[in-house]
């Protein structure tokens, strides 16, 4: 549906550089990064409102590099909403259907769908100031779907929104693009989104795209060091990869770790901190690491206990609250931390 060819674009004091991707239809597609990668930007060439200074755009095999937004069938909803302050919903919603030409009649049907769609059909006559930011989000949301757009454009469209307000658009989002039968592209810097709603992510850094994949790869598997920071690995160790027969030894400071990738000159090693095991005791199991280590700090997360283990290096593990009442986890408490070797991710 979309491709993106060699795209490189200067702005003031940063470039994108060289971005390659492709978006199936109607795939859920989110681009993941920190705040200046150059996401909004990204999302400003594919809809036209700048052009590159190399490369190319599809759109279903089209060429569309140089064409203006209106020819693109792209929705767009920006961070802000962007909303048109001296018009009320229901005017906002239409501006665009009056742009095309449409009659009234087929504006009005348009927008009564569009309400129920999106839940708004009691405040199609206040203005945006009036608004919650939940219901701007769902206003946003219309005025875009309503031009029938193939494509929809999301720059951080939760970002503004409280945790029990982005809980309920997410889900509202995400039931939006398989009804619509959309592709989505949606930028944002929350991984929490990016695992909820992506079919799969892209990880943009400083203008560059550093990895593409389904969200348990990328969350699993980074690419490398940045990614892995990124996407919340803490579990990582600088040091140097050995292959012996089908599984790898890495070695870091003393430190012994087993993995099941063949990675060459790997130059670090992550293991997430839930597919860590506690135990009490020494166990021998297909897992095939087994560490004995000193518990460190205990914090209180919720519905997960963060445990801090020195095992000669510091390792953080997230069990439940059973398991640590069950193991009467202490500071200072020897313990032994067991992981399987598929999950020692390996990367340069």
């Known amino acids: 549906m979309i491709k993106i060819k060699n795209i490189t674009k200067k702005w003031k004091n940063f470039a994108l550089s ?25 999302l400003e060439l594919i809809a036209g409102f700048h052009y590159p200074d190399k490369g190319k755009i599809f759109i279903n095999g089209k060429d569309v590099t140089y064409l203006p937004p209106s020819q693109r069938e792209i929705g767009f909803v920006y961070q802000d909403y962007m ?66 757009p193939k494509i929809l454009l999301l720059d951080e469209p939760l970002s503004a929104l409280d945790a029990v307000m982005r809980t309920k658009i997410r889900r509202e989002i995400k039931d939006l693009h398989e009804k619509e039968g959309l592709t989505v592209i949606h930028v944002t ?31 699993r598997k980074p690419a490398d060091k940045f990614v892995a920071e990124f996407v919340g690995v ?30 060459k000159d790997a130059k670090y090693a992550s293991i997430r901190p839930e597919d860590i095991i506690i135990s009490l005791n020494e166990i021998k ?41 069950e193991l009467e986890i202490e500071i200072g408490k020897e313990v032994y931390l067991i992981f399987k070797a598929q999950n020692v991710n390996l990367f340069r």
């Open 234 to 263: 803490e579990n990582i160790f600088q040091g140097k990869a050995e292959r012996k027969g089908d599984i790898t030894y890495f070695y870091s400071n003393g430190l012994k770790l087993i993995s099941s990738m063949n990675v």
């Open 18 to 42: 060289n971005i390659n991707l492709e978006v199936e239809k109607g795939e859920y597609f989110v681009v993941l990064g920190p705040t200046g990668a150059g996401k909004t930007l990204l």
């Open 83 to 148: 909303l048109f302050p001296h018009m009320n919903v229901k005017d906002n919603i239409a501006f665009g259907l009056r742009m095309k030409g449409l009659k009234e009649e087929e504006i009005e049907e348009r927008i009564n769908l569009l309400a129920e769609t999106c839940k708004i059909k009691g405040i199609l006559n206040r203005y945006p100031q009036s608004l919650s930011g939940g219901e701007k989000q769902r206003v946003a949301l219309a005025r875009a779907l309503a031009v029938k």
């Open 189 to 219: 810097h929350s991984r929490e989104d990016a695992m909820l709603l992506a079919d799969r992510i892209a990880i943009l850094n400083e203008g560059k795209i550093l990895q593409v994949g389904k969200p348990e790869e990328i969350f």
């Open 285 to 325: 199991s297909s897992a095939r690491n087994c560490i004995k280590g000193k518990v460190e700090t205990i914090i209180d997360m919720g519905s997960l206990i963060r445990v801090e283990v020195n095992c000669g290096k510091n390792f953080v593990v997230h069990i439940t609250r059973e398991s640590f009442n």
